[in-house]
């Protein structure tokens, strides 16, 4: 993604493309996938959010899933809000913001713990509280005039976008940035990513929003996992803020190599595995798949993508094997208190 570009780059394309390439090799050694030749009919199915940059994602990972193979990614008209991935956009009046805003965390609690990203990113931009006090002004989480939608002020809106917008440029194989004090490395990219990681636990991990923002993909994925008969392999590409409210409804808390805790690095997935074991039980392991900052930059072919298995609460079976009814309990509409 270029920085300040809402589109997919060359460079992000080879990116996923070589994910694709990874996860096509694991799906043929599991056997459930051939190795080279176009899997079956209906084997493969794809969804990607209306907006051309998922669009284009989905498109690239498939070139490496299925090369030279035809596949058509489903999506909504470009533009036209899809619920199952941005229901904040295509139903903003299940969202009642003066009634969740009572119900989320401390935003000014959670950015005064990440002292250290924000002095960090004041050294980067060099600049001084007249030009840059929204990294000492309060973090603050308000209704906008609809009552729909949220309106983020000082380092829980700014700083957030500045550290990801600075990942995003490394990330995209952009020259390093010079900073007063040097170059800006791998490791600072990583401490800055807790800005952002503190934005998602503001304003998207909280249960009160999670609830309303996964409701169609849960039940989507619920389905998914008791079909049976339906895709060896679905993908659908949405956004972090896709991710995160899942997250949450899980009780998942992880940490990707070069990123800070529960950051949801550029190009991860949250992926739900499903074994069987020839007498009709179902199993289902949960992970995390990402590449680490200096692997997506490089593109190196030789670095195999991180793969993780956070533990799911209530998951207790040998190699975190999880039964299809405790993610259905997860995955519900009753409000449980936090685990």
Same mark, same amino acid.
């Given at each position: 993604? &270029?920085?300040?570009?809402?589109?997919?780059?060359?460079?992000?394309?080879?990116?996923?493309?070589?994910?694709?390439?990874?996860?096509?090799?694991?799906?043929?050694?599991?056997?459930?996938?051939?190795?080279?030749?176009?899997?079956?009919?209906?084997?493969?199915?794809?969804?990607?959010?209306?907006?051309?940059?998922?669009?284009?994602?989905?498109?690239?990972?498939?070139?490496?899933?299925?090369?030279?193979?035809?596949?058509?990614?489903?999506?909504?008209?470009?533009?036209?809000?899809?619920?199952?991935?941005?229901?904040?956009?295509?139903?903003?009046?299940?969202?009642?913001?003066?009634?969740?805003?009572?119900?989320?965390?401390?935003?000014?609690?959670?950015?005064?713990?990440?002292?250290?990203?924000?002095?960090?990113?004041?050294?980067?931009?060099?600049?001084?509280?007249?030009?840059?006090?929204?990294?000492?002004?309060?973090?603050?989480?308000?209704?906008?005039?609809?009552?729909?939608?949220?309106?983020?002020?000082?380092?829980?809106?700014?700083? %957030?976008?500045?550290? *990801?917008?600075?990942?995003?440029?490394?990330?995209?194989?952009?020259?390093?940035?010079?900073?007063?004090?040097?170059?800006?490395?791998?490791?600072?990219?990583?401490? /800055?990513?807790?800005?952002?990681?503190?934005? /998602? &636990?503001?304003?998207?991990?909280?249960?009160?929003?999670? *609830?309303?923002?996964?409701?169609?993909?849960?039940?989507?994925?619920?389905?998914?996992?008791?079909? &049976?008969?339906?895709?060896?392999?679905? /993908?659908?590409?949405?956004?972090?803020?896709?991710?995160?409210?899942?997250?949450?409804?899980?009780?998942?808390?992880?940490?990707?190599?070069?990123?800070?805790?529960?950051?949801?690095?550029?190009?991860?997935?949250?992926?739900?595995?499903?074994?069987?074991?020839?007498?009709? &039980?179902?199993?289902?392991?949960?992970?995390?798949?990402?590449?680490?900052?200096?692997?997506?930059?490089?593109?190196?072919?030789?670095? /195999?993508?991180?793969?993780?298995?956070?533990?799911?609460?209530?998951?207790?079976?040998?190699?975190?094997?999880?039964?299809?009814?405790?993610?259905?309990?997860?995955? %519900?509409?009753?409000?449980?208190?936090?685990?």
């Amino acid at each position: 993604m &270029e920085w300040g570009s809402r589109d997919l780059t060359p460079h992000g394309a080879l990116g996923l493309t070589a994910l694709g390439t990874f996860d096509r090799v694991w799906m043929a050694e599991a056997g459930l996938m051939p190795a080279k030749a176009c899997p079956s009919a209906g084997a493969v199915a794809v969804r990607a959010n209306s907006s051309a940059r998922t669009i284009a994602s989905a498109e690239a990972f498939v070139r490496g899933f299925m090369p030279g193979c035809s596949m058509t990614v489903m999506h909504k008209p470009p533009g036209q809000p899809d619920v199952l991935f941005s229901p904040l956009d295509a139903d903003p009046a299940r969202f009642d913001m003066s009634a969740i805003i009572p119900q989320l965390p401390d935003a000014d609690r959670i950015f005064r713990a990440k002292g250290e990203a924000l002095k960090l990113l004041g050294r980067v931009l060099d600049c001084g509280p007249a030009s840059c006090g929204f990294l000492s002004a309060p973090a603050h989480v308000g209704v906008d005039a609809t009552g729909h939608q949220l309106v983020l002020t000082g380092p829980v809106a700014q700083a %957030s976008s500045l550290s *990801e917008a600075l990942m995003l440029s490394y990330l995209d194989g952009k020259p390093l940035v010079q900073t007063p004090s040097g170059v800006l490395d791998v490791g600072d990219l990583g401490t /800055l990513s807790a800005l952002h990681a503190g934005m /998602l &636990e503001a304003v998207v991990r909280p249960r009160a929003l999670a *609830e309303p923002l996964s409701r169609e993909m849960r039940a989507r994925l619920l389905q998914d996992l008791r079909d &049976e008969g339906g895709p060896a392999f679905r /993908l659908y590409m949405g956004h972090d803020d896709t991710i995160g409210p899942l997250q949450t409804m899980l009780g998942l808390h992880f940490r990707v190599p070069g990123y800070a805790e529960d950051e949801i690095p550029i190009g991860s997935a949250l992926g739900f595995a499903v074994y069987g074991n020839g007498t009709g &039980e179902r199993r289902i392991r949960v992970f995390i798949q990402s590449q680490t900052p200096q692997a997506l930059r490089d593109l190196d072919g030789k670095a /195999l993508p991180v793969v993780l298995y956070p533990q799911v609460p209530g998951c207790t079976q040998p190699g975190g094997l999880c039964a299809p009814e405790v993610l259905a309990q997860d995955f %519900s509409e009753v409000r449980r208190a936090e685990r």
